[in-house]
Structure formats: C-alpha cells, structure tokens
C-alpha cells in the first residue's frame, strides 16, 4: 500500500508538486496522466525515494520512504524517464550489474535473469552495448532491470515511449500479467493505454490532482458519453435528426464526415433515432453509442478546474 499525503516539492519559487494526496493499493493499476511539465516524474521520484519531497510525506506498507529509503526500495521497481545509465556496458553486462544491486546470487539470479531476458525478448541484443541500441529495446532494458528482484510495486516513468506498434503490445501484455500480483504505477501521455491497461487513473496538471477515478468514470465525464454517432454511404438531407426529441445538439466531423446527436440530460435517444433513420431510409453505414472520448476529458481537466 502507498499512501501518498500532501505530497509537495518546490525548485526554487517554482512549485512542481503540489499538495498531492492519494492512496494505491495493491491490485490497482494506477495511470498516472498529466501534460508535459505537470510533475508527473517529480512525484514518481519522489514515491521511490530517489528525491526528498519539500513538504508532505509519501508511506509504503506504514513506513516513511524518507526514513526508510533502502528498505522499501528492495520492494520498487523503477523505471525511470528516458534510457537506462551505464550505457558501455552491455546489456547482458548491465543485467548482471543491476541483479548484483539487487541483491541477487547464484541460482536465483539466473533464474531471474533468464526470466527477464526472455520476457522483454532481449536475447538478439545481450551482447551489445546499451548505448548503441535502439530506443525501443533502450526501454525494454529499462523495464528488464525494473522487474528483476520481482518487486511488489512497479512504477513506470512511459514504460512504452519510443517503441513500435507491436513492442507497445507486447509490454502492455507485459504490464497487465505483472499487475496481477503487484501494485502497479504508469505514467503515459497514451491515453488508449489508460483504458486498456489500468484500472484507476489519476491526473494531474499544475502539479495538482485533478482526478482519481476509473477509466470508466472518467470517460462518462466527457460530453460524448451516450452520445450517438453514425456515418453515412452518401450525402443525404440528415437535418431532421437535430430535431429528434431528446436529442439537444448535433455535430458533423468535417473531416470524416462523422454525425454525432448529443442527448438532453438523462435521456436515451438511440430507439428514436434508430425509427427515424429507418423511417427515412438514410442511407446509414455505422451507427453507434459512444462511450466517451477521453482525450476531450483529458483536455478539458488540464486546462481548467478540478473535476
Ligand atoms: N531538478 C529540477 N530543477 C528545476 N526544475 C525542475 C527540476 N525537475 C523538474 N523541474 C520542473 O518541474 C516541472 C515538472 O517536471 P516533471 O518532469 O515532473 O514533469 P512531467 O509531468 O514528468 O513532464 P513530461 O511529461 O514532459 O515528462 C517542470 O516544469 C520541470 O521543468
């Protein structure tokens, strides 16, 4: 459990953390959102100990991470922003390092070796130099080290930055078998990986909380929400659909031409507008409910109040 409690930390004048409170329990897999320069990194250093906040306290299992750095960092694992150091070494060299730090030896460290090595498919590259590498497999060394003692809590400073398509897949498998025994933390400017990976998302911006809910609840904040949407075959007079009762606005997407009714409050307006496309016969290709568009709830809680 990580209980996080006022959290602040200042650079000079400039408060990067501010007044941060929030509790993580094991099982939650927590996004940890916010834009460029919101301090997202300054409080994951701060919750693995590597930074002394200016004020505020974070606790892992009831004990201060200020007083206790050494002892709960054998229970992180970290990944922080960016490459991994020590980057002449090469990455089989550099895991044996990191398992050394840790605490590892004879069977057990093999072990946990061979597991991470064929975990992050790192077997192509273990006798190249880490600084040579792509940024794609910089990053899954970054996340081998991260798991190798096999820690309680994961936090992972954009575990998928700077890796394909398939790489972002694969981690995110990754992330999601992991979390199934360990309290896991990721910060993202993905937002898809939000909704597909975590349970909990936590937002801040300004160094402030702006929101600690679920995926779910965050997304029924945004104005799209039980909105429907439809795209049509061909161009089709489509303006009585903005009279549907029920139905309190319409907007049309230039670009994809994309039709979406917004419902009054409370209202479910999908049967009416299912009758009247039918009753008209427009000429509808897809038609669907939408569950709310999380970047437009991300843009409008980072740029203005607390939600
Ligand atoms: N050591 C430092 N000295 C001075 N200012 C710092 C220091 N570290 C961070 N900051 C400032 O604190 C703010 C928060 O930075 P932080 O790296 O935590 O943001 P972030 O949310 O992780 O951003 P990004 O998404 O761009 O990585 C930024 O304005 C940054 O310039």
Redesign the pocket.
């Known amino acids: 459990m990580i209980s996080v409690k006022h959290l602040t930390r200042t650079?000079d004048e400039?408060i990067?953390v501010d007044d941060l409170s929030f509790e993580i329990a094991p099982g939650d897999i927590v996004g940890f959102l916010?834009p460029?320069?919101?301090?997202?990194?300054?409080?994951m250093k701060m919750l693995t100990g590597f930074l002394p906040p200016t004020s505020g306290e974070v606790k892992i299992d009831n004990l201060s991470i200020d007083q206790n750095a050494k002892l709960l960092q054998k229970k992180i694992g970290y990944l922080p922003?960016g490459s991994p150091v020590y980057g002449d070494m090469t990455v089989y060299q550099f895991l044996h390092f990191i398992a050394d730090v840790r605490g590892l030896k004879g069977a057990e460290k093999r072990a946990r070796l061979s597991d991470v090595i064929k975990q992050l498919e790192l077997q192509s590259v273990l006798n190249r130099a880490v600084e040579n590498l792509s940024k794609g497999f910089k990053r899954r060394v970054g996340l081998a080290q991260a798991i190798i003692h096999d820690p309680q809590i994961l936090i992972l400073d954009e575990p998928t930055d700077g890796l394909d398509p398939n790489q972002k897949h694969h981690v995110r498998e990754l992330i999601r078998k992991l979390s199934q025994e360990k309290l896991v933390i990721i910060?993202t400017?993905i937002l898809e990986e939000v909704t597909s990976v975590c349970n909990r998302v936590i937002i801040i911006s300004k160094g402030q909380l702006r929101f600690d809910g679920t995926p779910t609840a965050l997304q029924q904040k945004s104005r799209y929400f039980h909105a429907v949407s439809l795209t049509l075959s061909y161009a089709a007079d489509i303006s009585g659909l903005a009279e549907i009762e029920g139905v309190a606005d319409m907007e049309i997407d230039r670009i994809t031409g994309r039709v979406t009714l917004f419902p009054e409050p409370d209202t479910y307006i999908l049967g009416r507008i299912t009758d009247y496309i039918h009753h008209r016969k427009l000429p509808v290709d897809s038609l669907y409910v939408e569950q709310g568009r999380v970047d437009e709830v991300f843009r409008r809680i980072t740029n203005g109040a607390a939600a």
Do not use: L, P
Not at 36 to 43: D, L, P, V
């Open positions: 650079f400039f990067a916010g460029n320069g919101a301090g997202k990194s300054t409080t922003e910060s400017h």
